[in-house]
């Protein structure tokens, strides 16, 4: 078996959401299920779970450890890669979810600039992202960039400068912002071995034309089909066919502006699973 840093991640990766019981705590046995609707019902084979979507800065490590552990258990042998998101404002807490990422079995682990006490340079936040990578050195890690959420202004290259040095496990990028310069200039400078992943459904088409190896979105939890195809479209040069698809998707506009986004994501998983869940307060 290739070893797990060798293994490019490219294609769609569905950003998973966390079911709750009404008792507020992860309800684990809509996971399997889960898969199987992913694998079968959106021909989706990564995941990338406990991320925004998943409202995992909202759940506590525990509950991100059970979800990580339910996550690997039920995607072997189904899903190509389990990512896992550990950011969190405390680095002690990152560290700690990224060791338990590597010994539940995970393909590798993201995390997100922490965005209260914001750190004010490139340098910081890769000393961050250093010492947490430095915790699990067998897996891929990739950094997440979603300044609409964390505020912060800094742009991803400045993040990329020099990474791979700091991290040799450094492995790529999730992009969920709409620079599409900034992206550009990632895509400019990426080693080959590395994965940009682009994070706005909407405009992934645009994301394609400036170099994306691949997506992670919340939307391809029920449009996969869709979106596969206009990969597809755009890997056989019919841009007008991938057009078509990307701007017939009705995607919901970035999800920050559709304050219940998660609550409507989670009714229709909910309805797909065939179980009911819920979010996580707020
Ligand atoms: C803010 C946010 O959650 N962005 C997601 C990924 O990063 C996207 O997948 C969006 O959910 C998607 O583009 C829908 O607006
Ligand atoms: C879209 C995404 O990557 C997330 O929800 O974390």
Not at 131 to 157: C, D, K, N, Q, W
Not at 211 to 238: E, I, M
Request: hydrophobic share 40%.
């Amino acid at each position: 078996m290739a070893s797990l840093i060798n293994r490019k991640l490219t294609g769609l990766v569905a950003a998973t959401f966390t079911p709750l019981t009404a008792q507020g705590e992860p309800n684990l046995p809509v996971i399997g299920p889960y898969v199987d609707y992913l694998v079968e019902k959106q021909g989706v084979l990564n995941v990338f779970v406990n991320g925004t979507t998943g409202e995992g800065v909202s759940l506590c490590t525990e509950e991100r450890k059970r979800l990580t552990e339910e996550w690997c258990r039920r995607g072997k042998g189904k899903l190509n890669q389990v990512i896992v998101h550990v950011g969190c404002y405390s680095l002690k807490d990152s560290q700690e979810l990224a060791r338990h990422a590597a010994e539940a079995g995970a393909d590798g682990i993201a995390v997100i600039a922490p965005s209260f006490f914001k750190s004010a340079t490139a340098d910081g936040i890769r000393r961050f992202l250093q010492e947490i990578a430095a915790e699990a050195p067998t897996l891929p890690f990739y950094y997440y960039h979603i300044p609409a959420v964390t505020g912060l202004s800094l742009r991803a290259r400045d993040v990329l400068e020099g990474i791979d040095a700091l991290i040799p496990t450094f492995r790529g990028l999730k992009f969920s912002g709409s620079d599409l310069m900034d992206f550009g200039q990632c895509v400019s400078y990426a080693k080959p071995h590395w994965s940009l992943l682009y994070g706005v459904d909407e405009q992934l088409l645009a994301a394609l034309s400036m170099g994306a190896d691949g997506a992670v979105g919340s939307t391809f939890n029920y449009l996969g089909p869709l979106v596969s195809g206009l990969l597809t479209a755009y890997g056989k040069g019919d841009v007008s066919q991938a057009r078509t698809l990307q701007v017939g998707a009705r995607m919901p506009g970035v999800q920050l502006y559709c304050p219940l986004y998660p609550e409507a994501l989670t009714a229709v998983l909910s309805f797909s699973c065939r179980c009911r869940s819920f979010c996580a307060p707020p």
